[in-house]
Each structure stands twice: as C-alpha cells, then as structure tokens.
C-alpha cells in the first residue's frame, strides 16, 4: 500500500493565487472533497486539490485539517486537472474557480443529501381564512395564500420570493399561533423525465453523415463543428447521437446560451429519450441547483441541460458534449472567473475522451479557423429538410425610402402583405425602451446619465429615464436643463415600435418580448405560447426573440436598424451583427413557405453586409477572416486585456501604466494603452484598459510571468482590476 500523503493542498477563495497546504488527517485525504480547515481567526470550507507528501511550509507551522465534509469527492480528478488549468490559463484565483465549479450550498459546505426546511399549513392553518387577517394582518394573510399555494410545503425561497424580506418573524407568529408547523422536506429536483415516446425523423442523407461521424468515434476525443444552416436539423442531430450514448449507458451534457432556449429544446429532448433530464441554470433556486447537480453526480440523469456554469458539472459516465449555438457570447463569463464554456468544453471532453460537438448556423470565426486548421473536423448541413427553403434577404436603403416611425414604406407593405395572407411577421430591433436619447431641439442638449458617460433612454410606459449600464432612473427632464428648450425623444426602441404599429396595424396584436415585457416569471413562456398558437400577428423584440424559438408562421422579418453592429469600436461588431441577421432570418418560412428577410440600412453599400446578404454566412466568415489576418486579429492572434476603474480618475491609468512598464519590451508581444475604456465612467467610476496582443505562442508565456505580479503593483489595491483572457468583448 503507497504511504499515506500527509499534505493537503487546498483551494480557498480568497483573491490569492496559490493553494494553502495543510496537515492531512491520519488515514489521508481523497482529492476533490471539501474540508472545514482553520483560517487566518476563524475557519472555512475549502476543496482539497491535491495531496503531497511536503510542503514548502515548515512542518511545525501546518495546521490540521478539521474536518473532511465528503465520503465521495465532490469533483473528480478529470475535474480537477480542468480547474486546475483554467486557473492557470484565465490567471485566476485558484479559490475563485474551485468555487465557481460547486453549487452555492456545497461551498457553503452543506451535506451533498441534506434536506431543507419548508412550512406548510396545519389542519387549523388549512381552514383559517386569510381574507379575515387582509386588513389587520396583510403579511400574515399573504403567508398563508404562499403556503395555501404550496400544499406540500414551501421553502426559505419559496416563500421569500412571495413575501420578500422579513417573512420570517411572520411566519413564526403563524407557527406559534398553531397555523403553520416546520417540515423537512426532501430537495426539488430540477428533473423532468423522458417519455421517448415520438419517433425521430428519417434523417437526411447529410444528417446521417453527421451522425455517424461522431457515433463510430465515441469512444475517443475528436472535435466536430456542425455546421447547419438555421432549421437544417442540427437537434435531430443532437437526438440522435443522445439515444446511441444513452444506450451505450453514457450520460450527455448539452451546454445551451440562455436559459429562455431551454424549454423548447428539453420539450424535444423529453419527447424523445427516455431519461430523466436535468437542467441547471440560472433561474434555480439554490436547492434545486444542488439536487440537480447531485442527480448528474450519482449518475441517476441521463441528460444534463445547462448554461454556462454546468460545463462543471460532474458525471459519472460522460459519453458525449455538446454546445448548442457555440458563437453565443453568453458561453464567455464577463466578470469574476473570465473563462469560456465553450473552450473549457473543448478540454473537458478531451479530458474524457469523448467527442464533443459544437454545433451553429452562425459558427464562431474561432471555430471555423480551428477548423481550417485541422483541429475540429467540420460537419455540414447545408439545407433544411424536406420543403422548407431559407429566407431570401433584401438591403432597404434608408436614405431613399420613405419613413414612418422608424420603418420604411418597403417593410410597411410587405406587413401589409403578408398579414394579408394570415402569416406572422417578426420585427427585430436590439434597443428595449422607447428611444435611446432625450433630446432638446432647441440646443441639441441630451439627457445623459449622471454617473456614466452615456445617453439615458426613455422608458414612456413607466415614464422614466433609465439607465442602461448603470441602472440609474428618473423623471425625464419636462424642459431642457441648458435652454429651457422642448425635450423630444430621438432614436428607436422596441417600445417606440410597438407604437408605430400600433397606429399602422389597429387591428393586429402584437407581441412585445424583450427584458421590460417579460419580466415577471413566466410571462416570455406566455407570450411564446400565444405566438405559437398564432393569437399575436407582430412580433417585436430583442434578441431575446431570436435564439432557439421556432415560428413556423412567421414568413417576413424585418431587420429594424442594421448598422447598429456596422461600426462598433470592436473588431468583432461586425461577426455579431452577421451572427444576429443570420439568426432572425432564421426565424422565417420554417415551415413549408418561403420567407422574406428585409434589412434596413443607411449604408446598403457597406462590403460586408452585402456579402452576407448576397452570398451567406459562410462567404461573409471568409471574408471577415481574411480582414482579422490582415489586421492581426484574433483568432490569428489572442488577446488579453486588463481593465481597472476606480473613483478617482488618475489612479486606473497610473496602475495601468506601472503594469506596462512591469511587462518591459517583450518579443512578439503587443501592449497597446493605457486608454480610456469605450464608455470612460459608468457607474461613477472611471475605466481605463490595457490590451496585450500576441501569438497564443507568445502570450501565454508571457502571461505567467506578467499576471502574478499585477497584484504586487504599486496602487493595486486602490483600484478594481481584472485580467481578462480571450475578452469577447473589448469593453
Ligand atoms: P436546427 O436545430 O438546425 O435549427 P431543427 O433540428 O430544429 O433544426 O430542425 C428544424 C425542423 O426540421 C424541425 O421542425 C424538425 O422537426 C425538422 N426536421 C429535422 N430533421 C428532419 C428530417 N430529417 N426530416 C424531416 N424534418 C426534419
Ligand atoms: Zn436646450
Ligand atoms: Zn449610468
């Protein structure tokens, strides 16, 4: 038997960049389960990452470990060497990303089977009428419709999401008064189970390529990039190789952007495998999230369904990765632990040796260069099935047309048109509110933000200016601060749009869907039912309505304000703006009728735009691609940026400066700044960044020297400042 490690070495979330080592309890400590360790005057829960039988430290000065909260790892080791390379890669904290990996209540070093507290009705509780308490109780009377809402019980969330703050001495009084009594209460799972009880479809001759691509490999890593234009298929795909590594006894972890595309692409997998499925992402509950996390650990979900975060999920048997709309910049987490999902899905599964899929009508330039160069083998489909054809799309020159309320004489009677035929039109505009600025016409005066550099927007229905970076609202200035001048509203929004059509279409209802129309819980799922059903005829929205959905009546798009994305101070607008057009004209003619995609512009000229609009997604990467080689972007370059901010307006540019001169000259390695960030204050604070450009070859060196010693500079502490690695955006 090998000697007993004596060190354990353990990940604590603290901002500092090593493990802390401890003395090992006498029989050893298994890698991956937490302990309760002391810390600085008190103690913590913390992950052990690694054992050894030295430490740096001498002997006399380890502390013991007190407890080891786990008889099985919460993490196993193909986990563990994923963390411990993304703290590595990202120059994270190790703490920080052992921490982003486990649910809440593991860190907070509950029991991985422990039960939570709910309350629910006695007998007396169930016949006490709250209406008699509404005047003289109303806290007590709106806890007792929670709890007549939740017969089985409620907990601690449950009912603070119906009560708010300070439900609880409410509920004690019930308790006392005999209404009420405490119950344990087994964790809800976030599982639904499959029926598998639709057949699939007889896939397509290029479908069934892509399928047995991946199913003679499932037993080795390999890389594959499905490549499908919108509506060819790609999730009868997915289906499919799911019900091969089901039967292989194999778990699948299917990684979606945003949890408002889960609904529909569960309902398809429930129908279709028989498994129990779980979903984890952000909307649960931290008991939920837990009990979701423990069925894919013991291995009892077939399916894991997640977002961003459940790329950590531990499985017993992973068969098979997929990452459903991999170009999503959702996959990059944008504060904290920088890491993308997508790239560490690519190292999990190689970890594993198993395939992963990566699947897209808009693939990422990253993936298509990756596949250029060798590394992910390309799947491709390049039409949808059976009758259905893809949207022809049309540039509407804005400077020639004639406007009304935002929309041009060309859109208006297509509306017209095809409203006419009884089809569905959907209209994209990416602005919520009514209009981006608050304008004087007197003097040109606009509202800005008070403690960012930015435009506030009017929100007409709830009447105020908001703030969209900083949240900041208020009354719209009634006149003009400089000029006592008429305020007006200028620009578009979705609100603003729903207005024109409004007055343009009186008998047509319409559906708004963007973050102010939905959100209340449920509401978006509402409204994506009666669209479904066809009871609304317009659809306005953000891109909120273009990811996932499918409206099979909808046979006109209309593109509100394309060149939003055309000059973006990023190099990378215009990949997403191609990325969003492609996908909201993929809403279009899924059905067995042709679509129509209108797109209007002030600039019907611009060379990439009509690229995409003449030739195709694939034609616009090309050419995009060629245009980041020429200028030494990513992805033939990565990219690094350091941002700071802080209160006072010198001290992010002076740690940014010492920063730079703490990287000297270094070969093949760019530093372009300090420069003010694109929005220079927000939120009250001023921003300055640095990018550091390079060969990857180059970089990452370069890296590992440079980004343990940010913390050491001089000021460091004065400002907020974060690494980013591979930023997706330059913001
Ligand atoms: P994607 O995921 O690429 O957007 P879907 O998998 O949602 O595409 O497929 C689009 C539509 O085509 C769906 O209604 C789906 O049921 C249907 N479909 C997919 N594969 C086939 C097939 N082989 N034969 C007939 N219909 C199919
Ligand atoms: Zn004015
Ligand atoms: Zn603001």
């Known amino acids: 038997m090998p000697a007993v490690a004596g060190i354990a070495r353990v990940a604590i979330r603290t901002p500092l960049y090593h493990l802390f080592d401890y003395l090992a309890p006498a029989g050893g400590v298994t890698p991956g389960t937490r302990v309760r360790v002391p810390f600085g005057r008190g103690e913590t829960i913390g992950l052990v990452v690694e054992t050894a039988d030295s430490s740096t430290l001498e002997r006399s000065r380890l502390k013991p ?169 790609k999730t009868e795909v997915y289906l499919q190789l799911a019900q091969r590594v089901l039967a292989a006894g194999k778990q699948v972890l299917v990684l979606v952007p945003e949890i408002g595309l889960t609904p529909q692409l569960v309902g398809r997998f429930r129908r279709r495998l028989d498994t129990s499925i779980v979903l984890l992402h952000s909307g649960l509950g931290d008991s939920e999230r837990l009990s979701g996390w423990r069925a894919a650990h013991e291995g009892r979900a077939g399916v894991i369904v997640g977002t961003r975060s459940a790329v950590f999920t531990p499985l017993t048997q992973p068969g098979l990765v997929i990452v459903d709309e991999e170009h999503d910049t959702s996959y990059k987490q944008q504060e904290g632990f920088r890491y993308s999902a997508r790239d560490l899905a690519v190292l999990r599964a190689r970890l594993h040796g198993i395939p992963l899929l990566l699947g897209s009508a808009t693939p990422s330039l990253e993936s298509l260069h990756n596949v250029d160069r060798g590394r992910y083998e390309r799947l491709e489909l390049p039409a949808r099935p059976g009758a259905a054809t893809l949207p022809a799309m049309e540039l509407l020159d804005m400077r020639r047309e004639p406007v009304d309320g935002g929309l041009s004489g060309t859109l208006v009677n297509a509306m017209r048109e095809h409203l006419a035929d009884g089809r569905q039109v959907l209209l994209f505009l990416n602005r919520r509110g009514f209009a981006p600025a608050w304008f004087c016409g007197g003097c040109g005066w606009i509202a800005p933000c008070r403690r960012c550099d930015a435009r506030m927007t009017l929100h007409q229905h709830a009447g105020r200016l908001r703030c969209h970076h900083c949240g900041a609202e208020r009354q719209p200035e009634a006149d003009c601060t400089e000029c006592s001048g008429e305020m007006m509203p200028v620009g578009m929004g979705t609100e603003r749009i729903e207005e024109t059509i409004t007055r343009l279409f009186p008998g047509d209802s319409i559906a708004r869907i963007d973050r102010d129309s939905t959100r209340r819980r449920g509401s978006l799922e509402n409204l994506l039912a009666e669209i479904q059903r066809g009871e609304r005829r317009i659809l306005i929205g953000t891109q909120m309505l ?36 492609i996908q909201v004209a993929g809403r279009a003619g899924r059905a067995d009728r042709a679509g129509r995609v209108l797109i209007q512009t002030q600039c019907p000229q611009h060379p990439l735009l009509n690229i995409l609009v003449r030739d195709g997604y694939a034609e616009f990467a090309s050419a995009a691609l060629q245009e980041r080689e020429a200028a030494g972007w990513p992805p033939y370059t990565a990219l690094a940026l350091l941002r700071a901010e802080a209160a006072d307006e010198s001290l992010p540019v002076k740690f940014l400066e010492r920063a730079r001169r703490l990287a000297g000259q270094v070969d093949e390695v760019a530093i372009l700044g300090p420069v003010a960030a694109p929005m220079p204050r927000r939120a009250g604070r001023y921003r300055a960044q640095l990018l550091v450009q390079g060969p990857r070859s180059a970089l990452r060196p370069f890296l590992s020297g440079w980004a343990p010693q940010l913390a050491e500079i001089d000021g460091a502490r004065r400002v907020r400042w974060s690494l980013d690695i591979d930023p997706v955006d330059l913001f």
């Not at 006490?128 to 007792?144: E, S, T, W, Y």
């Not at 209309?558 to 607008?573: E, K, M, N, W, Y």
Request: with cysteine; net charge negative.
């Open 65 to 233: 470990v007190r407890e080891v909260l786990d008889d099985r790892p919460v993490l196993d080791t193909i986990l563990l060497r994923l963390l411990t390379w993304a703290a590595d890669y990202y120059h994270q904290p190790p703490g920080e990303v052992f921490a982003a990996a486990l649910p809440r209540l593991l860190r907070a070093g509950r029991q991985q089977l422990a039960t939570v507290t709910a309350w629910r009705l006695t007998a007396e509780g169930r016949r006490a009428d709250p209406d008699a308490r509404r005047k003289r109780a109303p806290r007590q009377a709106a806890a007792l419709d929670c709890l007549a809402q939740h017969t089985d019980g409620a907990d601690a969330e449950t009912i603070e999401s119906a009560m708010g703050d300070g439900w609880r001495p409410v509920m004690r009084r019930l308790e006392s008064n005999g209404l009420v009594t405490r119950i344990e209460q087994r964790r809800p799972e976030p599982v639904v189970t499959g029926e598998a009880g639709v057949a699939g479809f007889e896939l397509s001759q290029s479908q069934r390529d892509a399928v047995d691509a991946v199913a003679t490999r499932l037993d080795e890593f390999g890389a594959f990039l499905l490549d499908g234009v919108t509506g060819s298929g």
């Open 546 to 581: 273009t990811k996932g959905h499918h409206f099979p009546d909808v046979t006109l798009v209309g593109i509100v304000d394309a060149d939003q994305g055309l000059f973006g101070t990023d190099p990378r607008s215009s990949e997403r703006l191609a990325q969003l057009v």
